[in-house]
């Protein structure tokens, strides 16, 4: 299910050279220039970035709920059971407004990671 629905994601978002993709919550998680916006979860679920400000009108749409991932909840996020987005006209509105919140963030830039010491590395390869 999960890999069914990265694909029609993946289809939806192919036209844009801003998104990228990472593993996350078991599943798939698609960047919008660094930043999360929308993902298939292990189950065949979808999870969206919607913000704080439309979590109420996000959470109203049929088959949602609060992302709630390792009993935390996470606020601006929601999860969409997978029959409320077995036709692609829904999912792609779950998108849109993903990227409605997602699209003016400024980009996320990856923090270069430091250099291990030299005797850790001799330590890992002996």
Known sequence: MTNELAER????????PNVGEIRMFGGVCFTL?????VGS???????????TERE???????GAARMAFTGREMKGFVVVANEAVA????LGG?????????????QKV???KPAKPAKARRARAG
């Open 87 to 90: 036709e692609d006209d829904a």
């Open 94 to 106: 779950w998108i849109a407004l993903a990227t409605d919140y997602v699209g003016p963030l400024p």
């Open 33 to 37: 220039n660094g930043n999360m916006l």
């Open 9 to 16: 994601i993946r289809s939806i978002l192919s036209e844009d």
């Open 56 to 62: 109420a009108d996000a959470l109203a749409r049929p």
């Open 41 to 51: 979860m292990n189950r065949g679920d979808l999870l969206v970035r919607v913000g």
């Open 110 to 112: 990856k923090a270069a």
